[in-house]
């Protein structure tokens, strides 16, 4: 069994910063692409960005120059900066990971259960 675990969301002011966390544990034999997708009220799960192994990432055009995902590869976890932050990134983050435990032979989507980021004055 596997978990993926966020940490970091909270209030904001336009403007401001946060930074989201997690980290996976668990029968970990090994992870492929991390990242992180959000939902808005109303809306559906959207990609916020994604990161290889080897740390390629691609980012939505929304946050594209405002938001930074990194990973360590030997701790298993992805952090989310998010700088300039605008209302609209108001929703829940998800942590995202492609992953293979030991005890199967092909790899599944696993997901934490979320952290709020609300923007607000």
């Known amino acids: 069994q596997v978990h993926l675990v966020e940490s970091g969301g909270g209030l904001v002011q336009p403007g401001g910063s946060l930074r989201l966390s997690c980290a996976a544990s668990?029968?970990?034999?090994?992870?492929?692409?991390m990242g992180w997708f959000r939902q808005g009220l109303g809306n559906q799960r959207e990609l916020v960005t994604l990161?290889?192994?080897?740390?390629?990432?691609n980012y939505a055009d929304s946050v594209k120059d405002r938001f930074t995902i990194s990973r360590d590869n030997a701790k298993n976890t992805v952090n989310l900066q998010m700088d300039r932050l605008r209302p609209e990134d108001t929703a829940i983050y998800y942590c995202y990971a492609i992953m293979r435990t030991s005890a199967t032979q092909y790899e599944s989507n696993y997901w934490g259960q979320g952290t709020q980021v609300t923007v607000s004055s």
């Open positions: 668990g029968d970990i034999f090994s992870i492929n692409v």
């Open positions: 990161i290889t192994r080897e740390g390629n990432t």
